[in-house]
């Protein structure tokens, strides 16, 4: 696990984009309670991680949310891959849970875990591992408030050096 510095300037630029999605047709479907901004604080920060690591090639690096209504193909590119960071937002979450639709509609080469860590002053981000589209598919499905998910285990995930070129 790799754990990612937060700056106050991150958290605020993500939620000023959950703000503006909020605003569009995808955003008004939220309910109540969902800390989007934390897992667009980790989509970013991962992305610059990355971007900043010399064993990585990042061709196209994280943008954050879309208010423009086009599907999210992917959250960032890297090494040829579309790579999608899927991320827990409460340190106590013991899963990662990427929507049934998005995986199966719209797979991605490369699954990110992520956790926002709020335990600590400042926030930090620990970048947990990864799967592949074929592994996250053979996880349990399951649905709480929202859309159906494919609930895996945090521990599951390969560790992030296996990546390396």
């Not at 875990?113 to 930090?124: F, M, Q």
Request: charged share 30%; aromatic share 12%; glycine share 4%.
């Amino acid at each position: 696990m790799i754990e990612i510095s937060i700056t106050n300037e991150d958290i605020i630029a993500a939620k000023a984009q959950v703000a503006e999605f909020e605003k569009t047709d995808a955003g008004s479907w939220r309910y109540e309670g969902v800390k989007a901004w934390r897992g667009i604080v980790c989509e970013m920060v991962i992305s610059r991680w990355f971007s900043n690591h010399k064993d990585f090639h990042v061709t196209l690096a994280a943008k954050g949310l879309d208010t423009s209504g086009k599907i999210d193909e992917f959250d960032f590119l890297m090494d040829g891959k579309r790579v999608e960071v899927k991320s827990a937002t409460e340190s106590y979450y013991q899963y990662i849970m990427p929507k049934i639709h998005d995986v199966d509609a719209y797979p991605k080469d490369i699954y990110l875990a992520a956790k926002y860590n709020d335990s600590v002053e400042p926030n930090t981000v620990w970048l947990i591992g990864y799967m592949t589209h074929a592994q996250i598919k053979k996880y349990p499905k399951e649905q709480d408030k929202g859309a159906p998910y494919y609930k895996v285990p945090i521990p599951d995930f390969r560790d992030i050096t296996e990546l390396k070129n």
